[in-house]
């Protein structure tokens, strides 16, 4: 392989995606590289402006005109950092989480277009062949917290939580297909009823790949949304995944206006359970029960939303 050989086909991507006039490509008045930016801030767990310069490698002034731009659009807002005053905290607007999440969708709409036209038979080659090349490019190095994106859930992410949960809780302690019905029952709920302004589900994606998941649905209580269903895959552990999906639930949860986040789990999920309490989580009534084919004891956690607003 030659530079030349790279070259070519770096033409030719890029005239396949229209990334040369990707704002008429999705019929939007932002540029590829704009476009990037907000998805980082809709999607990356540092949104300092230092952190977005380094992470997407553009120049200082470059990204301080685009950030001036959404600015003046009402898509941003810029505060000084809690952790450092001298840096710059930037945070989508409702409005900007909106155009992020129109741009998000024409993009999805324009690659399912073109994997449109890719042979069933042949989509499992170009998957392997963009992960070869992901692969290689990245000369081995292990993943880094930077590489998970939070995202909404596309088609059979619902399907993949159910199974993921039943598998991993049936590996790790033994649970029966009980756990798995029930796991089955709560995504069947959301997906048959479910309003998006007050409840949520996201998927933890790395290298393409989901590994981990939480949701937030409405409680019976007054005020008070639940948070469900919080995974993350065995080999993507020790990346701050679980903190990411909790730390989501939380800002959504108080950001809709609930007053209180509860949830139910078991004392066997240590892991767990220390995250919910570094969120400030605390434990309200625990109660022993049989089920899933085992002994264990239920705990019911609270948090007060208000009392934990930064």
Sequence with gaps: MTVHDIRAFNRFYTNVIGALDYSRHLYAPYTLTESRVLYELAHSPRTDAADLRTELSL????LSRILNKFEQ?????RTPSRQDPRRRRVTLTARGRETGKLLEERANESVGALLSTVPAADRP????AMTTVR????????????????????????GWIVQRNAALYAAEYGWNADYEGLVARIVADFAEDHDPHLERVWIAELDG?????????RDEAPATARLRLLLVEPDARGLGIGDRLVTAVVDFARGVGHRDLVLWTNDVLSAARHIYQRHGFVLAAEKPHRSFGKDLTGQDW???LHGTAE
């Design 135 to 158: 692969t290689i490019l990245s000369h081995g190095r292990p993943p880094r917290r930077e590489d998970v994106l939070l995202r909404e859930p596309g088609p059979g992410d619902l």
């Design 59 to 62: 120049d200082a002034g470059y």
């Design 209 to 217: 790949r989901p590994v981990g998941c939480v949701m937030c649905v």
């Design 73 to 77: 659009d009402g898509l941003i807002e």
């Design 302 to 304: 609270r948090l007060d």
């Design 125 to 128: 080659r170009l998957a392997e």
